[in-house]
């Protein structure tokens, strides 16, 4: 980012929604229910609600949803996202640093030369 | 963001991401297992691996985790924002899209007037 | 079972395993941290872990485990029953009692001529 | 049980249970559905179907659901059960019998004078 752009904030949409999330529920006062406890398990909640798009679905068929499958798919998604958001704001965690230093664990612990078309080794992640 | 600048992409870290899981995917040969279905399940299983730090944990103690147990806590996070990204790649969903989609629709759903201090209200997003 | 025995809680093996884990967690004094909340919490966690066996085989794989993986899906099954009985317990609800009732509602809910080779309906279930 | 006895399989409810989903099953033609892949999904489903309804509450709350609370989550846990037994059923596993020997490996990993009020230690396991 250039030194002269002051709202930095504005450039990273995790951010920006961590504080669109943060208002939402101080205007509800429901900030007393989001204890990380409680937004875990909402999270596991919305990523069931993904999964049981998927639970009678064969691997191939899963690799081509059908247009309103895709965009109720896309909405467990969008809530799955908001929770995780939501959680590392109430725990102050950068999200985005989180996956890169995790991105490059991963690629020590599976080095292509091992890893390849393996999935053993992808079970152990 | 600048006009200038050309790599649209590296001013969304989301997109940055998507893009080095799927290098990360093709050097391995992981393609073939990263099915929507089989990402789904990865994704549902990291949620959980999340929320067993919380299991027994109360409330007000989640809201405070001692230094290591939130680094733990952080790299779980890590682990489900990137099967989720994986997965809104492989389903060409616009994550970021989707969630603010998603907040209008909550604003909508739970208006500030009613849903004041209920979480009943919540319970049914 | 004989007439002749008294104790009929041992013709039910999940009123025996409930009156263990009772005793279990009673020596330990882990009553405390087995409110409801938590032991639903912990059973979504044995879940996830036993799903995570099978979130890169394929469907015809998953049918034929290898010894080992077998061993330890059934170990994690184990788990899952634990927290569940340990859950009826705790609430007062008769496990056996309420599968039977929901067995019955889904005997209406997919009636056989309309449910015959459809995963669509058994997706509502 | 008693050589006399014919009907063995009523002595024991997880295997009339089994019996019963089993029948249900063939008369739909759901066989083709139920690897257990996709029954490991399903149940981990149905466990977060349950875990919804403790999202919210406090855990001195969750000792105490309301009536109607209570019916809902027993439905719930029946379909936990039941998706357990069919899964049981496919592989061939005897739940009450891992149970049984998960019960006594627990008793030699948590020793009651170790884990006496300790979450630390459950949290292991």
Redesign the interface.
């Known amino acids: 980012m250039?030194e002269t752009?002051s709202e930095a904030a504005s450039?990273?949409?995790?951010r920006e929604?961590a504080e669109?999330?943060r208002r939402?529920a101080d205007?509800?006062?429901?900030e007393?229910?989001h204890?990380?406890?409680?937004l875990?398990?909402?999270?596991?909640?919305e990523?069931?609600?993904?999964?049981?798009?998927?639970?009678?679905?064969?691997?191939?068929?899963?690799?081509r949803?059908a247009p309103e499958t895709?965009a109720k798919?896309?909405?467990e998604?969008?809530?799955?996202?908001?929770y995780?958001?939501r959680?590392?704001d109430?725990?102050g965690?950068d999200?985005?640093q989180?996956?890169?230093?995790?991105?490059a664990l991963?690629?020590q612990k599976?080095p292509?030369e091992r890893?390849?078309?393996s999935?053993r080794k992808?079970?152990d992640?």
Do not use: C
């Open positions: 250039t752009r450039d990273d949409p995790l929604l669109a999330l939402f205007e509800r006062d429901w007393q229910f204890a990380p406890k409680n875990a398990m909402a999270l596991s909640v990523t069931a609600e993904l999964l049981e798009h998927f639970q009678w679905l064969g691997e191939a068929e899963s690799r949803l895709l798919v896309g909405e998604m969008a809530d799955v996202l908001l995780l958001v959680l590392s109430q725990l965690i999200l985005v989180a996956a890169k230093r995790k991105m991963n690629a599976y292509v890893a390849r078309g999935s992808y079970t992640l």
